[in-house]
């Protein structure tokens, strides 16, 4: 089901500059899709990177700010439609949003137009302001998490039968349509976001094609466990589910030049959220393993990828405004870990 891993490999995705975490500020609106669609089919082009991907959110982040945030899926069926190798995911859409159903259909129709190359990343949702501003109200987590199971239910229905049948807590399918059928064997992976361990894990273990969660050693290593003994309770080889985490990148070529990259993201993120919030927001970055310089990050990287870590999907802060951190990493890291 989607592509095929290669033995000893790490894979790479990047996020896109879309808006949700500010980094779209300061550059004229009328420049946003041109700018995300050239980076896009120049990662298309390039063949290095395995997939791009988009947010599923509607407001920005750390603060709602009247910004630019572009919606995920137009998104994604514009850049379908741009493309003809790279992979394009979402991490990840939250199953509150859209009716389960329509969103079968939305993904679906997204992964005829790409050929084949769409990810389905999907999760329980969490952006309170959000769901109460565009009238979803903000349900309980174990009803959230309800609703992601029998979503990813129906997803699954959808595109393998194409008939969708299913009445639960909370939604009802009678005999729904989804034709044609995605084009990838078996529909579109799932990639199930969350390091819930009770209920996420479970469902990822029943469902999940990939998993997304905590990507420092310590946290991969115990999501990881929780996990296989998901697997084991419910007959599940472990090994068939890619297992994959998220990384802030922070590179320079040197130390000096890791510290002048992260004085002028701290530089930047004061102006737009103040203080105390750029340094919250400098946490996800320092020390963690996209943090340093090109041997540094590789070195951490490839722990990870000793822990079974084997899908790295990196968020650049600056690639709005320039590809310097991006093709260093490109460069020098992607290589490494190859």
Sequence with gaps: MGDTC?????????????????????IDPVEHWPRMRDLVTS??????????????????SP???DAAVHEAWSLI??????????????????????????????AATADVISGGRVEMGI?????????????????????RLGMLAEGVDILRQAWTTGSVNLSGSHYTVDDAKCFPLP??????????????????????????????????????????EVLAAHCDNIGRDFSQITRSANYNILIGET??????????????MVRLVGEESAEQQLRSFRG?????????????????????????????PDLGESRDSFDLFEKKVIPALS
Excluded at 6 to 26: E, N, S
Excluded at 80 to 91: C, E, F, I, N, P
Excluded at 301 to 310: R, W
Aim: hydrophobic fraction near 35%; charged fraction near 25%.
């Design 43 to 60: 990662i298309d082009d390039g063949g290095v990177w395995d997939s791009a991907w988009v947010y599923d959110h509607f407001h920005s």
């Design 255 to 268: 130390e000096a030049d890791v510290a002048e990259r992260e004085a002028w993201l701290r530089d930047r």
């Design 288 to 316: 963690m393993p996209g943090h340093g310089t090109p041997e540094q990050v590789a070195e951490k990287l490839d722990a990870m990828k000793v822990l079974g870590m084997d899908y790295a999907v990196c968020y650049f």
């Design 183 to 224: 084009p990838q064997d078996g529909g579109i992976p799932l990639w199930i976001a969350g390091g819930g361990e009770k209920k996420t894990l479970r469902i990822a273990a029943q469902y999940a094609d990939y998993t997304n969660f905590d990507g420092t050693p310590e946290g991969f290593k115990h999501k990881s």
């Design 123 to 143: 999760g329980a949702g969490w952006y309170e302001h959000e769901w109460s501003a565009y009238g979803y109200g903000f349900p309980p987590a174990g009803e």
């Design 63 to 65: 603060f709602v700010e």
């Design 77 to 106: 069926s514009a850049l379908a439609a741009s493309t003809s190798r790279v992979r394009l995911g979402q991490m990840c859409t939250c199953m509150g949003y859209r009716n389960p159903m329509y969103l079968a259909k939305l």
């Design 6 to 26: 290669i033995l000893g490999r790490m894979r790479f995705g990047t996020f896109i500059p879309q808006g949700w975490r500010l980094d779209l500020d300061g």
